[in-house]
């Protein structure tokens, strides 16, 4: 159904489940039988660069140091960041069909196409349905073990890739990560769009590079002006969860394979809100 609920006939660019779908909707993929997820949260961005992953990394480590049993699915198959953030190598173990997640140092369940690759530089060409069967497989195939909360790093964008992810993987909620300049564009506002259309629940927004903050003196500076998210929040009806500034720290614990060592609490208020997800 389009935005303003009339039907357009163009199933393509609409996510809909509806009769004029004619019976082709999209299932939702099912979860390996050897699996347990409690909840999955998608973390999304209406373009590439912005800092998902970070976002989604910090999450995972953040809920993880909460006591809570969590994965992360690396569902950006042609801009995989998780395994880096978090050190990890090639070698995910396949027994009997199925596949044995990584597992980080601090016990964080991990799956990505970069941690299957022979060679992990090498890029990902495929086409949009079989990165879409990739993400199928990681849900289908990997056995995720009692896991409490599944962050989705989600392909960026509103293209099919996205939509067919949305469509086959259960999300509980979603996150939706931008920042002070994309918050200006139309950008922002089709990843809410489409996942009101899809009927998951956004947790809320989190701006990341919000602003920094001076080594010198410690004051906080607006580089990109002042922080606008307050109100697109307000606009769009969804929470601000968090304001993440640039952070050289953390792009350097990123860059290293260690996030798990982080020692800010940025992400805090919008992990608070992923514990509230049903
Ligand atoms: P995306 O997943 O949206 O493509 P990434 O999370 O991979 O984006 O971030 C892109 C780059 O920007 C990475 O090198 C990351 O370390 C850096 N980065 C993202 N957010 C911050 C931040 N708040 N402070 C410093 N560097 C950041």
């Known amino acids: 159904m389009a935005e303003n609920n009339e039907c357009t006939h163009d199933c393509s660019s609409c996510g809909a489940d509806c009769p004029s779908r004619g019976g082709e909707a999209i299932q939702k993929e099912k979860l390996n039988p050897r699996a347990s997820v409690k909840h999955v949260v998608g973390v999304v961005s209406g373009k590439g660069g912005v800092g998902k992953s970070i976002v989604t990394s910090m999450l995972a480590v953040e809920m993880n140091r909460r006591g809570k049993t969590v994965a992360v699915l690396d ?3 042609t801009g995989p960041s998780i395994p880096k953030a978090f050190g990890a190598k090639r070698g995910v173990e396949a027994v009997d069909d199925v596949m044995i997640p990584h ?3 601090t016990g964080i369940q991990l799956m990505s196409v970069n941690l299957l690759l022979e060679d992990e530089a090498s890029p990902v060409v495929w086409r949009g349905p079989v990165i ?3 993400v199928k497989q990681f849900w289908t195939d990997v056995v995720w073990q009692d896991v409490d909360y599944m962050f989705v790093d989600m392909p960026p964008g509103t293209g099919d890739v996205p ?4 469509q086959s993987l259960p999300l509980d909620g979603i996150i939706i990560v931008t920042t002070p300049q994309e918050l200006v564009s139309m950008i922002v506002e089709k990843a809410v769009n489409m996942a009101k259309l899809m009927n998951i629940p956004i947790v809320g927004l989190v701006e990341n590079m919000s602003y920094a903050v001076c080594p010198d003196c ?3 500076l607006n580089i990109f002006g002042e922080s ?3 109100k697109a929040a307000e606009q769009y009806g969804i929470p601000l969860l968090a304001q993440i500034p640039l952070d050289g720290k953390l792009a350097s614990l990123v860059d290293s394979g260690e996030v798990e060592q982080m020692e800010n609490d940025y992400i805090s ?3 608070d809100a992923v514990e509230g997800v049903e």
């Open 163 to 166: 939509l067919t992810v949305f």
């Open 75 to 77: 569902a950006d198959i």
């Open 228 to 230: 606008k998210a307050q």
């Open 269 to 271: 208020p919008a992990a």
């Open 132 to 134: 879409a069967g990739a």
């Open 103 to 105: 597992y980080t140092k």
């Open 218 to 220: 410690g004051k906080r």
